[in-house]
């Protein structure tokens, strides 16, 4: 009877263990992306400063251009005297969000000069607000005509230097704050390049669900089908861990963790060197800045490996307050994913750190996956001595229940195994009835569901 009940259990727990083990692939490879995150938090880190609408502008500018196919990065991190905030398709451009048309097209003046060049001298592109462009380029052609641009004579020059951005001034100002719609939609674009930034990793995911998935024994059609829901899964959460982390950024939780020092110590502890290969530090940026820079993404890497491990978990409280499972197990679980999170995003990192270029994906999985699977091992075999799972704990409560109802009703062996086949047919056609016997802990209450 012990095996019968034992054997039960297992097609249940086998169950359990694809769905942890799903969990676990979705977890490695989010972790080793987990890097996304941290960038966008730092970036949006920035719009908190005074001005932070133009660095809110420069980012959206930026997301759009990439979700429209072109070639665009973010320069203007380095702080280079007179440099440009972007380049697009090898266009240097930088970028003027005033109040009105004038003021952008002054801020690109200084002394009757146009500020702003490109190595070669020429003059670089200007960007200004969505709305902005036709007056501001009419303003830039009269100041050409009028003599008031040195080393320009032709008016016509001025369409060449004015560039609309894709948002509108008050857009900007209602991104750089938390918790607008503008935000948000923001957020949601990040998320969404964030996705297209990890596709070798989710080719790299999707393959080895697909393979585990025919080494499972499942058909080729089961398996594409595993491996393409694994993928999206994937896909949503890499989207909304990034898009939380840029949010999170606007609420001022920064400022806290910063003052504690404790990223600042770290970044100094390992150096300007290797925080530059671990962290993706503009290699511009002088040694001096690294710690300020390094230390953003590296609370960024923490505010989203907290992100992770919420959303991983959601299920895991979802089934505690349907009583599902204990305390015990839900601190375990959560446990085991904060470990597992924590593992892959170290792992991940010193993979990407010491295989540069195009190692880096591979490296940065490896890494990630190593990494994850030592320290969710690690701590699986310490909490296995601390906490019982409750699938030993159902296992013992099936056996006392049916030992006492076995004496009982006085069965014999060849009708207990009849007794128990009924049993299975009857758990397999209702997945609950497990669940409803681990939600009533009274002996009495339990013989009666198996009665």
């Not at 005033?98 to 020429?122: H, I, L, M």
């Not at 070798?200 to 393959?207: D, E, Q, Y």
């Not at 397999?428 to 016997?437: E, G, L, N, Q, V």
Request: glycine content about 10%; hydrophobic content about 40%.
């Amino acid at each position: 009877m012990g095996s019968e009940n034992e054997k039960q259990l297992e097609i249940k727990n086998a169950v359990i263990s694809d769905a942890n083990q799903q969990k676990e692939v979705i977890a490695t490879l989010a972790g080793s992306t987990n890097i996304k995150g941290g960038l966008a938090y730092a970036d949006s880190i920035r719009m908190n400063a005074k001005q932070g609408h133009g660095f809110a502008a420069e980012q959206t500018n930026n997301v759009d251009d990439r979700l429209a196919g072109k070639d665009a990065q973010i320069v203007g991190n380095d702080n280079a005297l007179n440099g440009p905030d972007r380049v697009v398709n090898g266009t240097a451009i930088q970028t003027k969000y005033c109040k009105t048309p004038r003021e952008c097209v002054e801020a690109f003046f200084d002394n009757g000069n146009w500020k702003y060049r490109n190595q070669d001298g020429s003059m670089m592109v200007g960007e200004v607000p969505k709305g902005f462009g036709q007056e501001a380029e009419e303003i830039l052609r009269n100041k050409i005509k009028n003599g008031e641009c040195y080393g320009i004579k032709d008016p016509n020059k001025a369409k060449d230097l004015i560039r609309e951005g894709s948002v509108t001034y008050e857009q900007s100002v209602n991104i750089a704050k938390f918790g607008t719609i503008d935000g948000l939609i923001y957020d949601a674009k990040r998320g969404i390049v964030a996705v297209s930034e990890s596709v070798p990793f989710l080719g790299i995911g999707a393959a080895l669900v697909f393979c585990k998935s025919l080494w499972d024994g499942k058909s080729f059609n089961e398996s594409v089908m595993n491996a393409s829901i694994v993928t999206l899964q994937i896909g949503g959460f890499i989207a909304l861990q990034t898009a939380i982390a840029s949010e999170i950024a606007k609420t001022g939780l920064d400022d806290v963790i910063k003052n504690t020092g404790v990223s600042q110590k770290l970044v100094k502890l390992m150096g300007p060197d290797l925080s530059k290969k671990i962290f993706p530090v503009n290699p511009k940026v002088a040694n001096a800045a690294v710690v300020e820079e390094a230390s953003k993404i590296l609370r960024g890497n923490l505010i989203t490996m907290g992100i992770s491990v919420s959303i991983l978990s959601v299920k895991d409280f979802f089934n505690f307050f349907s009583g599902d499972i204990s305390f015990q197990q839900l601190t375990k679980n959560v446990l085991l994913t904060t470990s597992g999170v924590a593992g892959t995003a170290v792992g991940a990192a010193i993979g990407s750190a010491f295989a540069p270029g195009i190692g880096s994906v591979v490296g940065g999985f490896v890494g990630g996956f190593v990494g994850g699977s030592v320290a969710s091992k690690s701590a699986k075999r310490i909490l296995d001595e601390m906490i019982e799972d409750d699938a030993k704990t159902m296992l013992n409560i099936l056996q006392n229940v049916w030992a006492d109802l076995s004496y009982d009703y006085m069965l014999s062996e060849s009708e207990a195994a009849l007794a128990m086949a009924e049993f299975k047919k009857y758990t397999d056609a209702r997945p609950d009835f497990i669940k409803d016997i681990f939600r009533n802990p009274n002996p009495i209450t339990q013989k009666k569901f198996l009665s």
